[in-house]
């Protein structure tokens, strides 16, 4: 199976800030990794998929990167309601589609 | 409206079975692929399994922890999505989301995920 590595696993940060989470997989899934967002007692939000394809209504100053193993979500810059924990997923090799351990954001 | 909507969670013994449904509207739900992914308190988001379309072939893949206790299965007719869980034990713990699959160049991503349902195994 695909192993997701994220970091880091916290992270605390003020509104305004630029922000990076970083999303290691243990072998190349070329761009085949999705980001959600997920709010305490919420289910996850789609934000980004194909690593860097912005979901339809998801603000723009959200961004995602990268190729092969190593992926990035950057925020331009913090607002309140950004302040959550966030999810990469793999879907290049499935079963099982394995999600990362999560990066919860928190206010400094 | 898009919609997803888990129901039949509650409390259940170790060994014991209970069935999860998911009622979906707003969508052709015939057409697509559905997905549970579990979230236990205070940890992270789990897939646990998917089904395909029967235009698709309709088969079911499972995540190791639960393959050959759960099951998930499809009422096209009902727009309903199941998973039954029996042999259930105390790390199945969670609450379980169902989510619709959907996909752009097979890319496939979940964009839309029910509220959850809640189900805790103790004795």
């Known amino acids: 199976d695909i192993q997701m590595t994220q970091s880091p696993s916290s992270l605390s940060a003020s509104v305004g800030d630029r922000v990076t989470i970083t999303c290691r997989a243990s072998?190349?899934?070329?761009?085949?990794l999705n980001w959600y967002q997920q709010k305490p007692g919420k289910a996850p939000k789609l934000l980004i998929y194909?690593?860097?394809s912005l979901q339809s209504g998801v603000p723009s100053r959200f961004s995602g990167s990268g190729s092969g193993t190593d992926f990035t979500l950057t925020i331009s810059s913090l607002q309140p309601e950004d302040f959550a924990t966030y999810y990469c997923?793999?879907?290049?090799?499935?079963?099982?589609?394995?999600f990362g351990q999560g990066t919860k954001l928190e206010i400094k | 409206e898009v919609q997803l909507v888990e129901s039949g969670g509650g409390l259940v013994k170790p060994g014991g079975s209970l069935r999860l449904s998911c009622a979906a509207s707003?969508?052709?739900?015939?057409?697509?692929?559905m997905s549970w992914v579990r979230q236990a308190p205070g940890r992270g988001l789990e897939w646990v399994g998917r089904?395909?379309?029967?235009?698709?072939?309709?088969?079911?893949d499972y995540a190791a922890p639960v393959k050959g206790r759960f099951t998930i299965s499809r009422d096209d007719s009902k727009n309903t999505l199941y998973l039954q869980m029996n042999s259930l034990k105390t790390e199945d713990t969670a609450v379980y989301y169902c989510?619709?699959?959907?996909?752009?160049?097979?890319?496939?991503?979940?964009?839309?995920w029910g509220k959850g349902t809640t189900v805790t195994v103790s004795s």
């Open positions: 707003g969508f052709s739900f015939s057409n697509a692929w």
């Open positions: 997923q793999q879907s290049y090799s499935t079963p099982p589609s394995t």
């Open positions: 089904i395909k379309s029967k235009t698709d072939g309709g088969t079911t």
């Open positions: 072998q190349s899934i070329s761009r085949y």
């Open positions: 194909a690593a860097s």
């Open positions: 989510s619709w699959i959907e996909a752009a160049d097979y890319h496939y991503y979940m964009d839309v």
